[in-house]
């Protein structure tokens, strides 16, 4: 029978790992997951009703993975909170069915939490792979932010607001079971695929929050996961505005430095002209202009933390071009630019 002192130096961690037709990558992440040199770990695999070889791979583990199937496709979020509901475990980690982790990830993030009874959340830093899985980058994170923390909620919401969601990095969350109880389940159906860092500053308002500077875990890229077909040729604001206007309106102005602020505006502005581009290249020149009225060199110029001079040079382009006929040539130009192709329609 296992101890107080053993709960206590060495409590149970749920990894729950959601996946749907994940079959091109599960076993490279599962693989990554079963070798985690933490003993003391319970790994929960939630299908979402996959209708490729998914299960068979899970079944390749045995005992090893809990296999949990839906009968109906949960989506994202409502797949990860029934895996949450499901974990036993004092802490629970949600990792990614397509990324890579390295062995000792869930021991420095248990032992986080248990040297840091404050922090209600842990992250760490992730290193960028392709779809071969080539290292190409790193994660750096900004200074306000450095040192391992625990951070405030303070910190927290000027760190966003200054530099966006460069330092919490959903797919190697561990968080207190406590904390999940106590803050309510991921809300994607008002939130979308913004409904992690929506979790992550509710989380940051009650509690505080971790950052192991270490990188130890492979965040997969440019192969067509959920996150990256959501940002092409994105036509509308991007969550994290929203949920940050959500803090600041309920108190949070009050904790936001004059420079987070500017900073804050300078990115929704680039924002605006980055789904302008988008309605440009899909040629809706109208939705386009009326886009960039709200917003203003004014904007752009405001803060140090985006490339100023460039953007405010694409918003006049932009103004001009949309003031003309759209020109195809033109599009697909923005079109490669950022987003790898020519736009077919």
Same mark, same amino acid.
């Given at each position: 029978?296992?101890?107080?002192?053993?709960?206590?130096?060495?409590?149970?961690?749920?990894?729950?790992?959601?996946?749907?037709?994940?079959?091109?990558?599960?076993?490279?992440?599962?693989?990554?997951?079963?070798?985690?040199?933490?003993?003391?770990?319970?790994?929960?695999?939630?299908?979402?009703?996959?209708?490729?070889?998914?299960?068979?791979?899970?079944?390749?583990?045995?005992?090893?993975?809990?296999?949990?199937?839906?009968?109906?496709?949960?989506?994202? !979020?409502?797949?990860?909170?029934?895996?949450?509901?499901?974990?036993?475990?004092?802490?629970?980690?949600?990792?990614?069915?397509?990324?890579?982790?390295?062995?000792?990830?869930?021991? &420095?993030? +248990?032992?986080?939490?248990?040297?840091?009874?404050?922090?209600?959340?842990?992250?760490?830093?992730?290193?960028?792979?392709?779809?071969?899985?080539?290292?190409?980058?790193?994660?750096?994170?900004?200074?306000?932010?450095?040192?391992?923390?625990?951070?405030?909620?303070?910190?927290?919401?000027?760190?966003?607001?200054?530099?966006?969601?460069?330092?919490?990095?959903?797919?190697?969350?561990?968080?207190?079971?406590?904390?999940?109880?106590?803050?309510?389940?991921?809300?994607?159906?008002?939130?979308?695929? +913004?409904?992690?860092?929506?979790?992550?500053? &509710?989380?940051? &308002?009650?509690?505080?929050?971790?950052?192991?500077?270490?990188?130890?875990?492979?965040?997969?890229?440019?192969?067509?996961?959920?996150?990256?077909?959501?940002?092409?040729?994105?036509?509308?604001?991007?969550?994290?505005?929203?949920?940050?206007?959500?803090?600041?309106?309920?108190?949070?102005?009050?904790?936001?430095?004059?420079?987070?602020?500017?900073?804050?505006?300078?990115?929704?502005?680039?924002?605006?002209?980055?789904?302008?581009?988008?309605?440009?290249?899909?040629?809706?020149?109208?939705?386009?202009?009326?886009?960039?009225?709200?917003?203003?060199?004014?904007?752009?110029? &405001?803060?140090?933390?985006?490339?100023?001079?460039?953007?405010?040079?694409?918003?006049?382009?932009?103004?001009?071009?949309?003031?003309?006929?759209?020109?195809?040539?033109?599009?697909?130009?923005?079109?490669?630019?950022?987003?790898?192709?020519? !736009?077919?329609?």
């Amino acid at each position: 029978m296992e101890s107080e002192s053993d709960k206590k130096n060495n409590p149970l961690v749920s990894v729950v790992v959601p996946v749907y037709n994940g079959e091109s990558y599960l076993k490279q992440s599962l693989d990554s997951i079963v070798a985690q040199t933490y003993q003391n770990i319970e790994i929960l695999v939630m299908d979402d009703a996959s209708t490729d070889t998914t299960p068979a791979i899970i079944e390749s583990y045995g005992d090893r993975v809990a296999h949990h199937r839906n009968d109906t496709n949960l989506g994202q !979020f409502g797949n990860v909170n029934k895996g949450i509901g499901m974990a036993n475990g004092e802490f629970v980690c949600v990792y990614h069915a397509d990324d890579i982790y390295k062995p000792e990830i869930v021991e &420095r993030e +248990a032992q986080y939490l248990i040297n840091n009874p404050s922090a209600g959340a842990v992250f760490c830093l992730d290193i960028f792979i392709d779809a071969e899985g080539n290292v190409y980058n790193q994660l750096e994170i900004p200074d306000m932010v450095s040192g391992g923390g625990p951070f405030n909620y303070q910190t927290i919401l000027n760190a966003l607001l200054t530099y966006k969601n460069v330092f919490l990095i959903g797919p190697t969350s561990m968080v207190r079971q406590s904390v999940y109880k106590d803050v309510g389940p991921y809300n994607g159906e008002v939130y979308g695929i +913004a409904g992690d860092l929506e979790m992550w500053a &509710r989380i940051a &308002r009650k509690h505080d929050i971790g950052i192991i500077e270490e990188h130890l875990h492979y965040y997969r890229h440019n192969h067509g996961n959920l996150t990256q077909n959501y940002f092409r040729l994105r036509t509308e604001i991007a969550g994290h505005f929203r949920i940050l206007e959500e803090h600041l309106e309920s108190g949070g102005l009050k904790l936001a430095t004059n420079e987070s602020i500017k900073a804050h505006h300078a990115h929704l502005a680039e924002d605006k002209l980055m789904v302008a581009i988008n309605y440009y290249i899909k040629g809706e020149l109208n939705n386009a202009r009326e886009l960039l009225s709200t917003t203003g060199i004014a904007e752009l110029i &405001r803060s140090p933390q985006i490339q100023r001079v460039r953007l405010s040079v694409l918003y006049i382009l932009l103004i001009i071009l949309c003031r003309l006929p759209r020109i195809r040539y033109v599009a697909n130009l923005f079109n490669k630019r950022w987003h790898g192709g020519e !736009f077919s329609h």
